[in-house]
């Protein structure tokens, strides 16, 4: 079955960067694009961006532009999104989701989510 | 990008039905049949419950459908039963490999 499986749940200071891992299983890693979505606390669902597991090609939303950096490690299935200068309103739930099959546009399976705490 | 605008609640009694409202522009909902909606409980993954605007993933009940409007689209669930208590949020495309979400709305089984 399709799985997606996050690191855990990280503590940074502000002015640091975090590393959220995401390790896919259950189907064929380079076929299917991944999605990064945040929530911050209490608050909707936010889209980072896109990373192409077979070539490694992103797309990021202007807001991430610069902060952020998405890439993938074939051999371990795992797709990583590093966001930089991390300030207090990065506090957030981070997901992976995987894109849906074929030319799609929706989020078919999600990982667990990985809780990012910026504080001093 | 704008959130796509969605009520912040919205509730019925268990068998009853209800519809929630995702309203957006010409360049995301209404320029693209690529809605989909996601329903999320407490501390959970948000989990697909329909996409291209009115298709079901296998294992989603029958009772979940959606549609579209020019620029506003619509969840419905009917024959409410006590676990479809969660919050919900659509999601459009938006053009040049851009996504945009909803701002949730709380659904209460009453």
């Known amino acids: 079955q399709v799985q997606l499986v996050q690191s855990g749940a990280e503590v940074k200071k502000p002015g640091a960067s975090v590393k959220v891992s995401c390790k896919a299983s259950?189907?064929?890693?380079?076929?299917?694009?991944i999605h990064w979505v945040r929530q911050a606390p209490g608050q909707g669902l936010e889209w980072m961006g896109i990373i192409n597991p077979s070539g490694g090609t992103t797309s990021y939303t202007q807001k991430f532009q610069g902060r952020v950096t998405m890439t993938r490690d074939t051999s371990t299935s795992t797709v990583y999104m590093e966001l930089s200068s991390l300030r207090s309103e990065d506090t957030a739930v981070y997901y992976c989701?995987?894109?849906?099959?074929?030319?799609?546009?929706?989020?078919?399976?999600w990982g667990q989510g990985a809780l990012v705490t910026v504080s001093s | 990008q704008s959130a796509l605008t969605q009520p912040p609640s919205a509730s019925g009694s268990p068998g009853q039905s209800v519809t929630i409202s995702c309203s957006g522009t010409s360049s995301d909902v209404g320029g693209y049949n690529y809605v989909s909606w996601y329903q999320q409980h407490p501390g959970k993954a948000p989990k697909l419950m329909i996409y291209e605007v009115s298709k079901r993933p296998s294992g989603v009940p029958d009772r979940f459908s959606g549609s579209k409007s020019g620029n506003t689209a619509s969840l419905t669930v009917s024959g409410l039963q006590a676990e479809d208590e969660a919050e919900y949020y659509c999601?459009?495309?938006?053009?040049?490999?851009?996504?945009?979400f909803g701002t949730g709305t709380k659904v209460t089984v009453l």
């Open positions: 999601s459009s495309y938006a053009g040049s490999n851009n996504y945009v």
């Open positions: 989701a995987r894109r849906g099959s074929g030319w799609a546009y929706h989020f078919d399976y």
């Open positions: 259950g189907y064929t890693f380079t076929n299917y694009y």
